[in-house]
């Protein structure tokens, strides 16, 4: 095979690699495999022609970040590209967010850690299990809380060493 023929199937190498690594999990190791294709096919290149083998640097140069940037976007188009880069959930799929107007009606109600709150944990208040954080410390469960206010959107609870729940 003359060098033309080889300096055309290290390009294909190249182009073949940068497209399997948007497809099969490498770690990067197929871009580098084809960053060496394209390296030899342009230095062979410039051995056979110096003009062309600055196009073909210079073609490359633009090629490579551009497939990647186009496959990195563009994977999940592709038929097993949901599989290697899921969609990120909305929030009807997570669960309904818990109501901050429910939280503030529940300051001074007291309640039951039905987990350590370590210091975020989940609290009972009237048979409704909500995630609290503690105002300070470590409550262990089954201990008696009582709501003191609303921290980032969740209710801050304090030990109520009164009366049980």
């Known amino acids: 095979m003359d060098s033309v023929g080889v300096i055309l199937l290290l390009y294909i190498a190249g182009v073949v690699l940068i497209a ?5 999990p ?29 196009f073909a640097a210079l073609g490359c140069v633009i090629f490579v ?12 188009h ?3 590209g949901n599989q290697f880069a899921p969609p990120n959930p909305t929030r009807e799929e997570a669960g309904a967010a818990f109501d901050q107007s429910e939280c503030a009606q529940l300051v ?4 039951r850690a039905v987990t350590t709150l370590r210091p975020i944990g989940v609290c009972e208040f009237n048979g409704r299990r909500i995630q609290c954080i503690s105002e300070s410390g470590m409550i262990d469960v089954g201990q008696t809380v009582s709501g003191v206010g609303l921290q980032m959107n969740t209710l801050e609870v304090r030990l109520d060493e009164s009366q049980p729940a």
């Open 78 to 80: 592709l038929p097993m």
């Open 26 to 54: 490498s770690h990067g190791l197929l871009t580098i495999g084809s960053l060496v294709c394209f390296g030899l096919a342009v230095f062979e290149t410039f051995g056979h022609n110096r003009t062309l083998g600055a």
């Open 108 to 111: 001074g109600v007291k309640g």
């Open 20 to 24: 399997a690594e948007l497809v099969l």
């Open 65 to 76: 970040p551009t497939m990647l940037f186009l496959g990195i976007k563009y994977v999940t």
